[in-house]
């Protein structure tokens, strides 16, 4: 009986330690977009001949991923949240504008279709919301794809949705796959670098903003998941 115990303490102390080494990952994983970001543009501003408007915004460009930090580090150590008015246009572009690069790399489509609506928000976490889709619907599609991110209103809600063309979900698999450390293809998740917190964070942010994620997905057809608030 003893023995027993003892392997099953042992066995949870090891998972224990298995999440905690995932979760600095993830964390790991979150926060490389935006230091690669400030990293670019301080080289540029120290190397490259720019002019006052394009230092501008080099410089804003810098300072915005620099509270994106601030901003997942609060998430993850539950420090209060910043609230702010905030254009879906602006969210979108911004979004737009860090993941093309990746999107090129796969020869993916990246499109966006956006209506003109305000949201009461912050910026940096919805950021990362919807940088975290994007990422996963990278991740499930191939050379060809295409993945469309749009916000609309519709029937009183705000929705900010990402779809793409990819490998879909299986059906038995989709009230699993917003679990913490919980991938539906392990190997090709490990492959691309995933952790299996992304949809996890996504829920939380979406609970911070009053809202809620929808997922609709058919396999080699593709999903859609809409963040509604």
Known sequence: ????RTVEQMEKLQEVAEKQELLMGALSHEMRTPLTSIIGYSDTLRHVKLKDEQKDRALEH???E????????GLYQNHAIQMEMTTAGDLLNH???MEKEQAEKKAV???MECEAFSMKMDPALMESLLINLIDNALKATDAGGSIWVKAYEKAGKKIFEVSDTGMGIPEEELGKITDAFYMVDKSRSRKEGGSGLGLALCVKVAE???GCLKIESRQREGTTVRAIF
């Open 62 to 64: 810098i300072n915005r």
């Open 66 to 73: 620099g509270k994106r930090l601030l901003q997942l580090l």
């Open 1 to 4: 009986m003893m023995m027993r």
């Open 208 to 210: 911070i903003h009053g």
């Open 95 to 97: 979004v737009i504008d």
């Open 109 to 111: 489509h990246l499109k």
